[in-house]
């Protein structure tokens, strides 16, 4: 168990098109955890893909009716 204390963001479970984005992990060292975008978790174990996360701030167009 473990306390929230904030959110930082969206993950999406896939790649989503026409963003730059890249895969999140969550990263085990002993019984903590971490996330990281590091495919290898930094040399740490590998738990699994989260999801993805944007590497830039999306274009946004506003749309105004």
Do not use: M, N
């Amino acid at each position: 168990g473990g306390t929230v204390l904030q959110s930082l963001g969206r993950i999406w479970p896939e790649a989503p098109p026409g963003a730059d984005s890249r895969p999140l992990y969550r990263c085990r060292i002993g019984t903590d955890s971490f996330a990281s975008t590091a495919a290898d978790c930094e040399g740490q174990t590998v738990d699994k893909r989260l999801g993805y996360v944007l590497t830039g701030v999306p274009a946004v167009t506003a749309v105004f009716s």
